[in-house]
Structures are given as structure tokens and as C-alpha cells.
């Protein structure tokens, strides 16, 4: 209690800094141009899963947190990954309308959150960032 007043407080300060980091690790990755949909795609996901993977554990913990700062910053962390999906997809689904290619955005995010909830510390990250990019991409064309 000399730094953090309670434990809910030092919960939400390592979350805060788990956010910021995969923010910090993915948002330069999506303002590279040049390469399929499908390389634009794992480079993102390759990025945010190299962040993530050393906390498999951690993470389904705080997903299965209902009522706390974590559950609130993961909502704000799902809108900004909805529009950075959206980014990466209008770029390459011109002729969707924005709102189908929103719905698109949010159905990559919710399968690749689920992935990144099931990631154990044995996963080849970058591995299973390929193949989900090869999934996400395919379900995009379509």
C-alpha cells in the first residue's frame, strides 16, 4: 500500500500500462502502407499479440472482470481497435459502405480477441498472428 492505496488501484494501473503498451505497439504497424490486406493484417495482429502473449492468464482473468476500470478500458480498447480494423478494411473494401465495412471491423475484432484470450505462452505468437491473418482476410474478400 505504499505506492497503490488498494489492490483494485494497482490492478488498474498494470491494465492501464498493458493498454498503453499494445497501443504503442500497433498503431505505428497500421500506418504502414504497401502489401496485401492480408500482410497489413498480420503485421497488426503479430504486433499487438507480441505484447500480449507473456499474459495469456492475466487476460482471461481480467476479461472474466465484470464492474471494474479494466472492463471500462477494454471497452475504449475495443472501439479504437474496431476503427483501426475499419481503417485497415476501407482501404481495401472500397466499395462496402461504411457501415458494412464497420460491421466487418467489429467481427475481426471480436474473432481476434478471442484469440488472443485462448494464446498460452507456448503459442508461436507470430504463428497464430499469420494464420488469423490469413482467416481475417479471407472472411473480408468474401
Known sequence: YQYFSTKE???????????ERLMLAVVPVVS??????????????A?????????????????????TAFEA???????????IAGTLLSESMSTLDPEEIRVRARVVV????????NL???DDAACIA??????????CAA
Request: hydrophobic share 50%; net charge positive; charged share 25%.
Open 9 to 19: 488501484a494497482l490492478f488498474d494501473a498494470l491494465t492501464a500500462t498493458l493498454i
Open 32 to 45: 504502414i502502407k504497401g502489401g496485401t490486406v492480408e500482410a497489413r493484417i498480420e503485421r497488426v495482429l
Open 47 to 67: 504486433a499487438g499479440f507480441e505484447v500480449i502473449a507473456p499474459y495469456p492468464t492475466v487476460l482471461r482473468q481480467l476479461a472474466a472482470a465484470t464492474d
Open 73 to 83: 478500458r477494454l471497452t475504449v480498447l475495443r472501439r479504437n481497435a474496431i476503427d
Open 110 to 117: 471480436n474473432a481476434s480477441e478471442g484469440i488472443v484470450l
Open 120 to 122: 498460452t505462452r507456448a
Open 130 to 139: 499469420r494464420e488469423a491473418s490469413r482467416m481475417i482476410a479471407r472472411y
